[in-house]
């Protein structure tokens, strides 16, 4: 099957170069398979609908740190993953299967925690819990999560079918989760330094709770019903704006112009990024995991959306492939690079 003759380290590909080159060598066959590898979500055809199925892993010392995230939102945060990737199909979720590997170092209390949080996302969001595998793991807490839900043929939206002209939205506010890590991340050391103070987070509660305790933007379905909007494609923030419209640009064959002065974020997460010296703006574009919708919508609809508290207009479509344009408030254009999107590289 692969034809490989020497060691090619996985460096040199990355998360999703890896994913490229294995997938090349499954095209799905079955008449069932009506979209494959490639999307927030593979699509089955099950009749009238579509079952939307997705799923992902949560790996200690990775995904997370035990040392500051409870685990009843470790557990709320393992739903949201899921459902978020079927959300961003326009597709209510329904079900969950969760899978646990772990180890003796937890004691049976501090995995009804972990349950908890699973329960009170599954909760919140409406999804059942209907399986999973628990088994034991020698290095650290791993999870994954399968998340399905079905939508009608007509309303899924894949990564696609942006087209020239239409708007770039993001709901919410971006980059507020990867401060909030780099402020646990700071607590953590100094914590270690000086092992005695309890860090006050209080000061940074919006940020922090972005990192460990996102929501899942199901209330957008919904809004977007209401409105009578389809988006043309969408996608959910997992590993930050920058990424994301990789990937739409990559599945649609279009480019974007982003405006930087457009960029929705909060407050706090400003102030954080400059006492961290980092520009606000491009912790917004390469933030992960806020677990915000990036949509492309018809032009037609800027009028419904332009003073929607829910969503922000930052930029176009363009006919160009591939090439993604960052316009500056003092009216430069840079190229977006997708610096957050490959975990593997990164690591
Ligand atoms: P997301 O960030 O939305 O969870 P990913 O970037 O993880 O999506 O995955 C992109 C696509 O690649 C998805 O369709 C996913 O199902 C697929 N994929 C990722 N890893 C694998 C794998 N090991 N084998 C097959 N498909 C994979
Ligand atoms: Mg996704």
Redesign the pocket.
């Known amino acids: 099957m692969f034809e490989n003759s020497q060691r090619t380290e996985l460096l040199a590909l990355g ?2 170069g890896l ?1 490229d080159h ?2 090349a060598h ?1 095209n799905a066959k079955l008449p069932s398979t009506a979209l ?7 699509l089955i055809d099950i009749g009238e609908e579509y079952l939307a199925i ?3 892993c949560l790996i200690e010392g990775v995904h997370f740190d035990l040392t500051y995230t409870p685990l009843k939102h470790l557990g709320f945060k393992t739903v949201v993953v899921g459902i978020s ?1 079927i959300i ?1 199909m326009n597709v209510k979720p329904e079900q969950v299967l969760i899978n646990i590997a772990l180890s003796n170092r937890f004691s049976l209390e501090a995995i009804e925690e972990l349950y908890e949080g699973v329960r009170l996302a599954c909760e919140k969001y409406n999804v059942d819990l209907i399986g999973g595998d628990t088994t034991s793991s020698r290095s650290g807490l791993m999870l994954s999560v399968t998340a399905m839900g079905r939508g009608h043929k007509n309303h899924v939206v894949k990564r696609s079918g942006a087209k020239h002209t239409d708007l770039l939205v993001v709901t919410g506010d971006v980059g507020g989760a990867y401060m909030g890590l780099q402020i646990l991340e700071r607590e953590k050391r100094v914590f270690l330094e000086h092992n005695t103070m309890q860090p006050d987070l209080e000061p940074f509660d919006y940020i922090v709770g972005r990192q460990l305790k996102p929501e899942a933007r199901i209330d957008i379905l919904d809004i977007l019903k209401e409105l009578n909007i389809k988006p043309t494609s969408m ?2 923030i ?2 930050g704006i920058a990424s994301e419209i990789h ?1 739409l640009g990559k599945a649609s064959n279009i480019g974007f112009d982003i405006y930087e002065e457009k960029l929705p974020i909060d407050a706090q997460t400003i102030d954080t990024a400059v006492s961290f010296d980092l520009n606000p703006s491009i912790v917004a574009l390469n933030g992960g995991e806020d677990f915000e919708l990036l949509m492309t919508i018809p032009i037609e609809f800027f009028e419904n959306i332009k003073s929607h508290p829910d969503f922000t207009i930052i930029g176009h479509v363009t006919e160009f492939p591939m090439t993604f344009k960052l316009n500056t408030r003092a009216g430069n254009a840079f190229d977006i690079q997708a610096q957050g999107w490959q975990h593997i590289k990164k690591d």
């Open positions: 998360e999703f994913i294995l997938s499954f494959g590898i490639g999307d927030d979500a593979a997705s799923s992902d990737d961003a996608i959910d997992s590993d990937q």
